[in-house]
Nanobody, 115 residues
């Protein structure tokens, strides 16, 4: 069983920054990939950024240049550094870990961008 837990959400003003963290635990050695998704009210869940083990992060067009997955040597963890936040970034952010074709989701953390 794999547990995924996100942290770091909150309220931030437009133009501000926030850093989300995610950690997976359980009977695993190393996940194949970790990713961040988000779901805004009334919208479908969308992929924000993904990091495949051993590869470079990829990003949705809507966040390129503003969001990054920092380098990390800690196994089964991933962060999302969010800069220059916009009101349209308001959403519940979910972390997903993938292992051997199985996806494991966290419960999400709310990010609200508002003045």
């Amino acid at each position: 069983q794999v547990q995924v837990v996100e942290s770091g959400g909150g309220l931030v003003q437009p133009g501000g920054s926030l850093r989300l963290s995610c950690a997976a635990s359980g009977s695993i050695f190393a996940l194949n990939a970790m990713a961040w998704y988000r779901q805004a009210p009334g919208k479908e869940r969308e992929l924000v950024a993904e990091k495949i083990t051993g590869g470079r992060p990829t990003y949705a067009d809507s966040v390129k240049g503003r969001f990054t997955i920092p380098g990390n040597n800690v196994k089964n963890t991933v962060s999302l550094q969010m800069n220059n936040l916009k009101p349209e970034d308001t959403a519940v952010y979910y972390c997903k870990g993938t292992l051997s074709g199985m996806n494991y989701w966290g419960k999400g953390t709310l990010v609200t961008v508002s003045s």
